[in-house]
């Protein structure tokens, strides 16, 4: 079985602050991609492990409205993370927070609700998404363990900066980020931050997110009000 340390792209290595800092997000910006976090390798068992994970863990969310947008996914939360290697290996490694308190520029924690802080989410239906909503912890790093191969496919991140209004997303400041399987991104200030991942567009396409969510030091106790309803709740 390979290492985890070994399944980390080369930019990456060794994940530690000094490594995050120079991936520092700049000022006014909420989200860094980092391309290739992990290798060729890293994604085939990612992948085969998260597909193991959600057939025996998953749970099936249908949210017409949950805080005014839809939840249409399958979820493994915290707890059940754990019966994994790879994906709870580097949601949990301590080493990964020093390298977002690197990007990010002050110290984070985990998220104190343990069921919604290391997570997997995926989309794998037609319409399936992931609706305009702000977070209650600071922040996220994401990886991208599967994608739709194609952006018309749906399953694309949007946000907009600096903005709390789900309006904002149909409007001229709406971002959006492609991502590909293995790459992973830091978004920061989330509740400050609109965003949403667009329906998937086509049968037999599937989208999968091993997140890993942070905190503030001083605010990682903060319930969050979708842990019950997207994660069951906190452990
Ligand atoms: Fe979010």
Known sequence: MPALDS???HDYQPLS???GARHALRKGEHIIVLPGFLIEEGVRLFREEALRLLGAHGKRKDLSALNGSPRHMTT???RHLLNGEYIPGLLRHPALLE???G???ERVVPYGDTNEACVLIELNNKGDTHGAHCDQFRGVLNVAVAMPDEAED???LAYVPGVRDPAALRGKDRREVWLKPGDAYVMDHTDDCVHEVTPLTRRGSRRI???LA???PKHAGIPSQSSAQLFDGCS
């Open 103 to 105: 990007i990010v520029g």
């Open 154 to 156: 749906g399953g694309v």
């Open 214 to 216: 942070f905190s503030d």
């Open 76 to 78: 493994v939360n915290g």
């Open 7 to 9: 399944l980390i792209g």
């Open 99 to 101: 390298y977002v308190t």
């Open 17 to 19: 602050r000094e490594t």
């Open 209 to 211: 997110i091993a997140s």
